[in-house]
């Protein structure tokens, strides 16, 4: 009982795509926790400026909404080729706890 594995060597050219690749990907993500961070800070920024409570809250709701949809984006991989239906069901997921928030808050505050 043999075990045949079939070794695939790759050429200089693919090494050197995978290779550029790698790069662009580090680099988009460096980017993003730089992005990140930046949203932060603003955010802390904005509570101990001591700005009224009603520009506060949803500038702050905001970035970390905008914060949320970056990270599943670019730290989950839903960029890369093949997670079209995990990205299908988290942003269908998503949108339903958005509605049902929404919905709740119509009842209660209409």
Do not use: C, N
């Not at 730089?34 to 949803?58: D, E, H, R």
Request: aromatic share 16%; glycine share 6%.
């Amino acid at each position: 009982m043999a075990h045949d594995i079939e070794i695939i060597e790759k050429t200089p050219a693919e090494y050197a795509y995978k290779k550029r690749r790698s790069d662009r990907l580090m680099r988009s993500q460096l980017m993003m926790f730089a992005l990140m961070i930046f949203m932060t800070l603003i955010s802390f920024a904005a509570v101990q400026a001591g700005f009224s409570a009603y520009f506060v809250i949803p500038v702050v709701l905001l970035l970390a909404a905008v914060q949320v949809g970056l990270q599943l984006y670019y730290f989950m991989h839903m960029s890369e080729k093949g997670h079209g239906l995990v990205a299908f069901f988290m942003y269908g997921g998503i949108l339903i706890a958005f509605l049902t928030v929404l919905t709740f808050v119509t009842i209660i505050w209409w």
